[in-house]
Nanobody, 123 residues
Framework: QVQLVESGGGLVQAGGSLRLSCAAS????????MGWFRQAPGKEREFVAA????????SYADSVKGRFTISRDNAKNTVYLQMNSLKFEDTAVYCC????????????????WGQGTQVTVSS
């Protein structure tokens, strides 16, 4: 199983940007499709973005499309989430997740999870 560690969260004003990173260790990183999910207080964990093992295909939630970009560097065993034009409603704990197989968007499709990093957007 792959181990995941997120970083890059913090406090930012609305309209600002942050880049999250997720470093993976363990088995061959390119074998894993990766995803970012988020969970706000009192809400269910929700899908944000996902990317295939080779980075050839991506998927985004409608709420972040056009503002967030997922990418990966397999040489560094790292997946990124560039977040621009941040809104108050983007405030949440952001977690990365990994799965062996094709790209997916459901929480239950992913077997490995990081601890998460807090993103707080002030209005």
């Amino acid at each position: 199983q792959v181990q995941l560690v997120e970083s890059g969260g913090g406090l930012v004003q609305a309209g600002g940007s942050l880049r999250l990173s997720c470093a993976a260790s363990g088995r061959t990183f390119r074998n894993y499709a990766m995803g970012w999910f988020r969970q706000a207080p009192g809400k269910e964990r929700e899908f944000v973005a996902a990317i295939t093992g080779w980075g050839t295909m991506t998927s985004y939630a409608d709420s972040v499309k056009g503002r967030f970009t997922i990418s990966r560097d397999n040489a560094k065993n790292t997946v990124y989430l560039q977040m621009n034009s941040l809104k108050f409603e983007d405030t949440a704990v952001y977690c990365c997740a990994a799965r062996v197989g094709p790209i997916a968007t459901s929480v239950t499709d992913f077997g490995s999870w990081g601890q998460g990093t807090q993103v707080t957007v002030s209005s």
